[in-house]
């Protein structure tokens, strides 16, 4: 122990290293060249077996990777040459690590890679190398593949051997090939008992029992013996899988209990008819309280204590136990830690994941099983092989600035912010910035308005010239750096020696008028529009303009209507005459100056004496009729149309009137007809004979006298038995289309003028006539310039394309129908959809900015440079810009590191909160802004003031074991596991554990004041 002791260190991973328990140095023999032939066998062996050659590279790499192995040294002849043989095996179809020993005499494996069921209930007493006492062990069959031999095998149970199967030497494979018969000869009984239960074979006789069984029973009945079949399916201890069981409880059964005779008398019935009792007997209240026991159960039925902690019989852990499962299943807190029966770490725990295969939170942190970070997490990436939050800020594990972000490129290698404003890792300018360029050398806002990195103005701007050497706005004003009117500006001229606009004016640099202002003239001597209108420098009339004579001695606007200065009629204008001496409007009508009616408009004559129109309606200036207008004249004794009409001045019927007589004495129109004066049909009228006894019209259209058709009308036949003109039209009697005049179809069967005009019967556009085609489907002379049946544009015509759907000359200068720019002219597209120069240019038809334009998007609704550095139409940073928000409302980069506008921490900065108002991943890991612990962190508690994984543990903030921890406390106090256990902080057994243990001959605690004492 004082050899351990002084030597057991932790290494580099944690783990504790012991020496070899050897008091001094010990010989061991030179095995070379065995291990050499050896060597050579698993060559060939490799060569032959693919698959055997690479499940060995597999545990050969994977030994030497968890540092179970390395390689040799060379050696000299002072040193070691003893050899240990290694392999790869399989124990009950699991993978393990096999190692040949030489000096054991025995077969050993590891206890979590044998089920229950294989323990055989037995113990062997093992004594260990340079030990001074032995050990009791469980033995278990187990089935093995190795490379020395394959089949079943009884093996002693131990809970760390130094590997997962210790081979020894052949004494035990003897011991196993016995093991093997014997569970020959119990399956074979069993089986036989299961068919014949009253009967033995003579082999099992022999091997088993010192007296015979009869070898029949004939007058046994089967319903007198229950089948020992049943009694064995009934007891769980008799089964097949535990035979070294059955082989005791059989040799028990029928070598001390037997009470059969070993001679047979044939001729007594009742000897033959006697039963091995022994196998109809239950077993007693004592056998199943055992069998109980050996299931960890109580006299009732419940489990036991040792039952509930996972332990058998004998203090070993139960499968259960070992997969880390309490009595129910359910996962126990070691399980759920991810620790094994040996509060070891488990496969799924060095993996980082939990009981459910989730990632743990330390797995979710990027930490490994020491609290290492992981080769994803010294990466900057998390789980899921994404940027973590320290990544996206270009900050390496240490919070250290990375390569990328001293080069000034974020995550994608893009330019961040910083970089596109031309400032380095530490906010300096950059040699480019300084020079006035940008990130790809293109000048800067500041450099394209002449200003140096300070706003200073350079010598260009100081000579009034722009980044391309252009002058600038200022200095096409004629303005200095200052403001101030250069040496051009102050004689009115601009920048290349042309007039200015006040120059043009007449105004001189401070607004007053020059002394070609003051006489009316422009810049070129030519009189102004003021001049030209009469006016002097204060807006007076001129001496012309008072005579009313305009700028070249012509009469003006109002000199012209004959009207003076003040709006006033003139001289000539009194008379009734205009400028060239011509009547005037009013004179033409016959009115005066004041719109009364002259001497000539009395007698009803006009300006040149001609009768005037009332004159000519017999109307007298009043408008009453004259003496000829009641007499029934005109103005030149011509009978008026009343008189013609037979009326008279009041529209009263004359006398010839009622005699049916016109003026003349011939018959009127209703005499004609056969109608008197009051339309009353005549006595010629009624046979349908007119005024000469010829037919009249009614008669000639096969009408009776009261209007219904004749015999002949409803043929369709005239007077003559001619077709009539319906008849030809294709109408019937009613004015109803015929069958032909439905089809287009004239008297001859010929294609009417409608049908040529493609109408239908009612006048309506046939089929082919509203798509605009004529009877032979060519298109009409309307549809040819894109006119519809009613010379409406057509559907083509509308959109701008002609009959063979062509733009129209119209359309391609983006012009609609009536010559208004159509809908894509107004969005800036041309014929094709193409954006024009100006819709390129974020312009509208009137070459204002366009609604994108001022939201900063580009002709694809990108965003233009500006609009993707936050700024706005005149350069000024946009709301989104001072909020820390990109184009589309996410965090710009300075913005999700937690930096304001000017690369300042923001508040939830300082308060360890990211952009959501979520605690960040330092704020998470316990850290304030400069990476120090926070004051939490050091109390061990999460962000929500719970206790961390690391304080549920009981490890502190370095992972060390905190003073709780080592008195073996939970975090409330309460003894953890291994404390329950008797167990420290390293699985060793306490103090109070080597003191108590159970008396062998009482069964109690030794430590339990009732313990006896022998």
Known sequence: MNILNANVARDRDGHLQMPLPFKKKPVLPNNYILAAQRLEHLKRKLQRNTEYYNEYNEFMNDIIRRGDAEEAKE???????????????????????????????????????????????????????????????????????????????????????????????????????????????????????????????????????????????????????????????????????????????????????????????????????????????????????????????????????????????????????????????????????????????????????????????????????????????????????????????????????????????????????????????????????RQGLDQHGQATERKRQGLDLHGQATERKRQGLDLHGQATERKRQGLDLHGQATERKRPGLDLHGQATERKRQGLDLHGQATERKRQGLDLHGQATERKRQGLDLHGQATERKRQGLDLHGQATERKRPGLDLHGQATERKRPGLDLHGQATERKRPGLDLHGQATERKRPGLDLHGQATERKRQGLDLHGQATERKRQGLDLHGQATERKRQGLDLHGQATERKRQGLDLHGQATERKIQGLDLHGQATERKRPGLDLHGQATERKRQGLDLHGQATERKRQGLDLHGQATERKRQGLDLHGQATERKRQGLDLHGQATERKRQGLDQHGQATERKRPGLDLHGQATERKSPGLDLHGQATERKRPGLDLHGQATERKRPGLDLHGQATERKRQGLDLHGQATERKRQGLDLHGQATERKRQGLDLHGQATERKRQGLDLHGQATERKRQGLDLHGQATERKRPGLDLHGQATERKRQGLDLHGQATERKRQGLDLHGQATERKRQGLDLHGQATERKRQGLDQHGQATERKRQGLDLHGQATERKRQGLDLHGQATERKRKVFDCKRCGKERSSSNHKQF
């Open 75 to 433: 050696t000299t002849g002072q040193e070691w040459k003893h050899f240990q043989p290694h392999c790869n095996v399989y124990v009950n179809g699991v993978k393990g690590e096999g190692l040949r020993d030489t000096g054991a005499d025995m077969i050993v494996v590891r206890a979590s890679l044998v089920p229950a069921m294989a323990y055989t209930g037995d113990s062997i007493r093992v004594r260990m190398a340079e030990a001074s006492h032995a050990y009791d062990l469980n033995t278990a069959v187990i089935k093995v593949v190795t490379p020395l031999f394959t089949g079943t095998i009884v093996a002693v149970v131990m809970d760390d051997p130094p590997c997962d199967l210790l081979i020894g030497n052949r004494v035990q494979y003897r011991h196993m090939q016995a093991i093997n018969e014997l569970q020959q000869a119990a399956c074979q009984e069993l089986h036989w008992f299961r068919r014949r239960p009253n009967s033995v074979p003579e082999k099992v006789q022999k091997r088993f029992y010192s007296k015979s069984l009869p070898s029949s029973a004939d007058s046994t009945t089967q319903s007198e013996l229950p089948l020992a079949s049943e009694q064995l399916e009934q007891d769980e201890t008799i089964a097949l899988e535990t035979s070294w069981d059955t082989i005791k409880i059989l040799e028990k059964k029928y070598l001390e209990k037997s009470d059969i005779n070993t001679t047979e008398d044939e001729s007594d019935s009742r000897k033959r008819k006697r039963t091995p009792r022994v196998l109809c007997q239950p077993l007693s209240k004592t056998q199943e309280w055992r069998n109980k026991k050996r299931q960890g159960l109580d006299q009732h039925g419940q489990a036991t204590e040792r039952k509930r902690q996972g332990l058998d019989l004998h203090g070993q852990a139960t499968e259960r136990k070992r997969q880390g499962l309490d009595q129910h299943g359910q996962a126990t807190e070691r399980k759920r830690q991810g620790l094994d029966l040996h509060g070891q770490a488990t496969e799924r725990k060095r993996q980082g994941l939990d009981l459910h295969g989730q990632a743990t939170e330390r797995k979710r942190q990027g930490l490994d099983l020491h609290g290492q970070a992981t080769e994803r997490k010294r990466q900057g990436l998390d789980l899921h092989g994404q940027a973590t939050e320290r990544k996206r800020p270009g900050l390496d594990l240490h919070g250290q600035a990375t390569e990328r972000k001293r080069q000034g490129l974020d995550l994608h290698g893009q330019a961040t912010e910083r970089k596109r404003q031309g400032l380095d890792l530490h906010g300096q300018a950059t040699e480019r910035k």
